[in-house]
């Protein structure tokens, strides 16, 4: 996870088998006593006919697409009256605009950075989809593709050509699923498709636009369903631009209060990295009835109020397995030795809770509950980036706006993905990640009748 290498550290040094997500674990929280995880999954049964289209409508429904056709008009309007005439614009339709989404979304399984591809002839070409719509309707539609046309007055959010549909979105993955006890604050993997950054030259990666965002996610430990989104833009060098956030462990704290704006009251246990990890952040946290666990890094976290005689290490190391607590009330600092010193902060698991991580060649390593809990939950979450990061669109625009937009829709058609998984419509078709995004594309296309590569 690109936020947090001191997680990547520990998660290389205690690879192995552990209880994991799957595995039932029964959680302490202060004053609530034993609590056992609900399934989580989704608030509705779809039927075993349900499509593609159909789970990713839970987020993406007609009215949100029906108003990017809106908007979309409008804006090419608007543009016309300024520059010129368009002879070659007619206004959008709403099938034309889903087949849109379906060409753009198509390159999250060809991996192809142009969508023009389709229509070339070439390796990534693809005669079918493109029969649908000609190449020049899609540039005229790619020209003025808009999900806000214009500002209002009051609009100072950088992100306002984007806001309504995130907000939409954040709606849909609300109402649509019911997450696990356990879940992750962290940056899903988005940067460039290693085998374009493998391939290209250095005067094509120096072509390539600094990202001008960062992208947050609080994520379902037990599916991998991201729960809530959250986007912080780079507006310039101020102390809220990106490289400040990079850098300042309470820019990082923010970030985690919005994600976790809703979350209040409901006994959440919160996974973190070193960023946010943070006493006063998660004193904050357990006043609103949300727990944590955080791994700490006395470089990248906020250590305010912490012992310093727990933050550094001993001359001689000790036996491996071996650890030292301190705690304060209900909250927990932990320093556990495995080829290393690793430091974690806590209120959600009794530091008297013993677990055991088991490693294939040296056998069972003996630890707080916590830092089993914390090996497992965050090495699902690896696992789940490794996995669905690579079917993120490919299409990069040059606008921060739509690049958002992309990285959004691409998040919802995951996170369709997993709901299908869930449902009974898997057990009548078993469709494959990739599968699932090839049949998405054609029934958006309005292909309905063909079955997606085997």
Not at 20 to 41: F, I, K
Not at 191 to 215: G, H, Q, W, Y
Not at 366 to 377: D, G, K, N, Q, R
Not at 415 to 436: E, G
Request: glycine fraction near 6%.
């Amino acid at each position: 996870m690109p936020d947090c290498s001191p997680c990547v550290l520990f998660l290389q040094c205690i690879l192995g088998h552990f209880a994991g997500p799957g595995a039932e674990l029964v959680n302490s929280v202060p004053g609530q006593g034993l609590w056992r995880d609900p399934l989580p999954g989704p608030t509705r049964k779809m039927p075993p006919s349900a499509s593609a289209v159909d789970f990713f409508q839970l987020f993406v429904p007609d009215n949100v697409l029906k108003n990017m056709v809106v908007q979309t008009n409008l804006y090419a309007k608007k543009f016309q009256e300024r520059f010129g005439s368009d002879g070659a614009w007619v206004d959008v339709t709403l099938p034309e605009m889903k087949a849109f989404l379906g060409y753009v979304i198509s390159t999250s399984t060809s991996h192809c950075e142009s969508v023009l591809s389709i229509w070339s002839g070439g390796f990534y070409s693809n005669r079918s989809l493109a029969l649908v719509m000609s190449q020049a309707r899609f540039e005229k539609i790619l020209k003025y593709f808009h999900v806000v046309a214009f500002r209002s007055s009051q609009t100072t959010h950088g992100l306002y050509k984007v806001q309504p549909f995130l907000d939409s979105l954040q709606s849909g993955f609300d109402s649509a699923f019911r997450p696990s006890q356990t879940q992750v604050l962290h940056e899903p993997l988005i940067d460039e498709d290693p085998v374009f950054i493998a391939t290209c030259t250095e005067r094509e990666l120096r072509k390539r636009k600094k990202r001008k965002f960062s992208l947050w996610v609080r994520q379902c430990s037990s599916t991998g369903f991201i729960i809530q989104i959250y986007v912080h833009l780079k507006e310039g060098g101020g102390p809220d631009g990106l490289d400040a956030l990079k850098n300042k462990p309470q820019l990082h704290s923010m970030v985690a209060r919005s994600l976790c704006r809703n979350a209040a009251g409901k006994n959440y246990i919160i996974f973190t990295g070193p960023s946010i990890t943070s006493l006063t952040l998660f004193e904050e946290f357990e006043k609103q009835g949300i727990y944590c666990c955080g791994l700490l890094s006395s470089r990248k976290s906020d250590c305010t109020g912490l012992p310093p005689s727990m933050l550094s290490s001993p001359a001689t190391p000790p036996a491996r397995g071996q650890h030292s607590i301190r705690m304060k009330g209900s909250m927990s600092l932990i320093c556990w030795y495995n080829k290393g010193h690793f430091r974690f902060l806590t209120n959600a698991y009794s530091p008297m809770q013993q677990g055991a991580i088991i490693k294939r060649r040296s056998g069972e390593i003996p630890c707080p509950l916590a830092v089993e809990a914390f090996a497992a939950h965050l090495s699902y979450i690896c696992k789940y980036d490794d996995k669905y990061s690579k079917y993120f669109i490919s299409h990069k625009p040059n606008k921060t706006w739509q690049q958002v937009f992309w990285f959004a829709v691409s998040i919802a058609v995951n996170n369709a993905y997993i709901l299908y998984k869930m449902s009974d419509a898997y057990h009548v078709k078993r469709y494959s990640r990739a599968q699932f995004g090839e049949r998405l594309v054609q029934e958006l296309l309005g292909l309905e009748d063909t079955s997606p590569s085997l």
